[in-house]
């Protein structure tokens, strides 16, 4: 039936689950969530170190936020990670109660935490968690993530007095550490040219 032709109640209805609709999506993305920052392609250029930041993005009313621990893999053939410059940052009264971070595999960081025996805080902005620090071994623009929350450590979060784990969000979950696209193009460039130099020699 053409929208025109319509009677005035079947447009409103439209009109109405088409706002409730919109309204869903716009709550489903305020959402809070967990987040490793930088994200996505990361160009690094010349750079031989990276930190990747550890964020939680409360709801905007604010969450009550306690105790909680969480650990990351990361793609050891390109990065290495640097304990010593890895800081952990709770917010506050929150601390690191369980000792620091650290590596119980080639390519699995561990024990990233937070607790207190204060009441929980609420967080009412995008809050940090931990500053993590690599240094970069080679940069195989593959596509596939590099640093990764790891997903199969369940009820790892206290919100709102519930434990929950970091896949029970939309969290982002992990970055791609690449060369810079300027330098590849460059490359490619100048092996084309000294390519093109070589068949006129031959030629």
């Given at each position: 039936?053409?929208?025109?032709?319509?009677?005035?109640?079947?447009?409103?209805?439209?009109?109405?689950?088409?706002?409730?609709?919109?309204?869903m999506l716009s709550s489903a993305a305020m959402a809070y969530n967990?987040?490793?920052?930088?994200?996505?392609?990361?160009?690094?250029?010349?750079?031989?170190?990276?930190?990747?930041?550890?964020f939680f993005n409360p709801d905007p009313a604010g969450n009550t936020?306690?105790?909680?621990?969480?650990?990351?893999?990361?793609?050891?053939?390109?990065?290495?990670?640097?304990?010593?410059?890895?800081?952990?940052?709770?917010?506050?009264?929150?601390?690191?109660?369980?000792?620091?971070?650290?590596?119980?595999?080639?390519?699995?960081?561990?024990?990233?935490?937070?607790?207190?025996?204060?009441?929980?805080?609420?967080?009412?902005?995008?809050?940090?968690?931990?500053?993590?620090?690599?240094?970069?071994?080679?940069?195989?623009?593959?596509?596939?993530?590099?640093?990764?929350?790891?997903?199969?450590?369940?009820?790892?979060?206290?919100?709102?007095?519930?434990?929950?784990?970091?896949?029970?969000?939309?969290?982002?979950?992990?970055?791609?550490?690449?060369?810079?696209?300027?330098?590849?193009?460059?490359?490619?460039?100048?092996?084309?040219?000294?390519?093109?130099?070589?068949?006129?020699?031959?030629?």
């Amino acid at each position: 039936m053409p929208i025109e032709r319509m009677g005035v109640p079947m447009r409103s209805k439209i009109l109405f689950l088409a706002m409730a609709f919109i309204m869903m999506l716009s709550s489903a993305a305020m959402a809070y969530n967990f987040e490793i920052s930088p994200t996505g392609r990361v160009d690094v250029g010349a750079a031989t170190s990276i930190n990747f930041d550890v964020f939680f993005n409360p709801d905007p009313a604010g969450n009550t936020f306690g105790t909680y621990s969480f650990a990351l893999f990361f793609d050891n053939s390109e990065l290495q990670w640097n304990a010593a410059s890895t800081t952990q940052t709770p917010p506050s009264p929150l601390t690191a109660l369980f000792g620091d971070p650290y590596l119980d595999s080639a390519d699995h960081i561990s024990n990233f935490n937070g607790a207190s025996f204060a009441a929980d805080p609420t967080i009412n902005t995008r809050t940090k968690l931990a500053s993590v620090a690599f240094n970069i071994m080679n940069t195989d623009d593959d596509g596939i993530a590099d640093v990764w929350f790891d997903k199969t450590q369940l009820s790892s979060f206290t919100i709102g007095g519930n434990s929950v784990s970091i896949t029970d969000q939309n969290s982002n979950l992990g970055a791609n550490v690449a060369p810079e696209p300027v330098s590849t193009i460059l490359f490619l460039s100048g092996g084309a040219v000294m390519g093109i130099r070589r068949f006129w020699k031959k030629a």
